[in-house]
């Protein structure tokens, strides 16, 4: 962002006054005008109306769990009315026994609670320059719930996978045509897992959030959670399982929510799977004006797919220098870890820009610089949070 874009932000944010967790509202007008009033959802940020497409106030982050009033809510379509006495869970393809599951079903085998990070492989999509199409996320479509519900491999055991089956689809109820690109018809929302990762033990077909029955925005009666992979894998309104014998190549598996993989030289699309390391400044905010001379405590969350992060750096002066930020509480598996770094804010006023930098147990390393293989996705790259000391 440029100085004047930066101060018409500030003061604007100013005048703003209660609406102020929404960090890029003067500076970034095609995000504002994606639709809606803001105000309109208490808690969310409304970034299309109808399908509603909310963000959370990440600068609000004050815990590991997010309430479920507070989780950002992604939807293709409209959400469908499902009757809980009426859904059924059909479970079909490469299986020895196809099934047909009501909710009581379902509850009968052995659930479990968990609480895992969904994160939208859009998320931070406003930073990337040029400003793409999609949905122009700031912080706020991540959130960290408590999941309940049972194992899929707790179904997919029932029906028995055929030999040679590779992966699950999972068909969301919600439908409609997307236009760009052109969908062939109507469809519905749609992804795979490979059995591999179907199997694993924290892939939940969950009922509740945050210890109540999922919401309609989240999914109801039935959504699947699959912790450590970008949210586009965790399919709300679930209807269908099929287990099939070749890789989906459905809508949201290959034009959607995939990215460029160099194979052999050649750029190829692959679905996305596994979150990137990431950590995000929640304070200070955007266009925050930070006290002069006073200690201030620089507080957010990181996480790392299906790893741990291990460490969090901070730096206040845009990257040349950086120091390790304190990691709170204890590590969760799939699940973001809030820190915090106490910066002594200089004397001299003036624009400063803070930055936090992500490393897990696998090695990895949040990139100073985008990579534009990912296409408008997985948005993992150190992201720059410019402030006033005044
Ligand atoms: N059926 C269905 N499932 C879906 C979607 C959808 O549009 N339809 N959106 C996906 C995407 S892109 C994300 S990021 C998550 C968001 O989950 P949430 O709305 O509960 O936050 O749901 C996923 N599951
Ligand atoms: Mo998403």
Known sequence: MDRLRMSEAMSRRGFLGAAAALPFVGALPAAAD???????????????????????????????????????????????????????LRVEGAVKQPLE???DDLEKLAAKTLPATLECAGNGRVFLTPRPSGLLWELGAVGSAEWTGLPLASVLDKAGV???????????????TVADPASPGPIHYARSLPLE????????L????????????????????????YGMASVKWLMRLLVVDKPFQGFYQTLDYSVWKRENGLPVLVPLTEMEVKSQVARPSLGEVVPA????????????????????????????????????GKSIPFT?????????????????TVMARATDRSGRVQPMQRDSDRRTYMISHVLPIEVEVR
Not at 206 to 229: D, I, S
Request: without cysteine; hydrophobic residues 35%.
């Open 162 to 176: 055929a030999d040679g089956a590779v992966e699950v689809v999972l068909e969301g109820a919600d439908v409609g």
């Open 34 to 88: 994606q639709g809606g009033s803001a105000s309109s959802v208490p808690g969310l940020i409304v970034r299309q109306k109808s399908p509603d497409n909310l963000e959370g106030a990440f600068p609000s982050l004050d815990g590991t769990i997010t309430p479920t009033e507070r989780f950002f809510v992604r939807s293709h379509f409209a959400v469908p009315q499902l009757d809980a006495r009426t859904w059924r």
């Open 206 to 229: 969950a009922t509740q959030m945050n210890g109540k029955p999922l919401t309609p925005a989240h999914g109801y009666p039935v959504r699947a959670v699959v912790p450590g992979w």
């Open 293 to 328: 001379g006073k200690p201030y405590r620089v507080f957010g969350a990181a996480w790392s797919g299906e790893s741990e992060v291990t460490k969090v750096e901070v730096s206040t002066d845009g990257g040349k220098s950086w120091s390790e930020a304190t990691l709170l």
């Open 197 to 204: 990762k179907a199997r694993k033990p924290e892939v939940l």
């Open 101 to 103: 599951l009501s909710l």
């Open 336 to 352: 973001w870890r809030l820190w915090e770094h106490s910066w002594k804010v200089p004397e001299k006023g003036g624009a400063y």
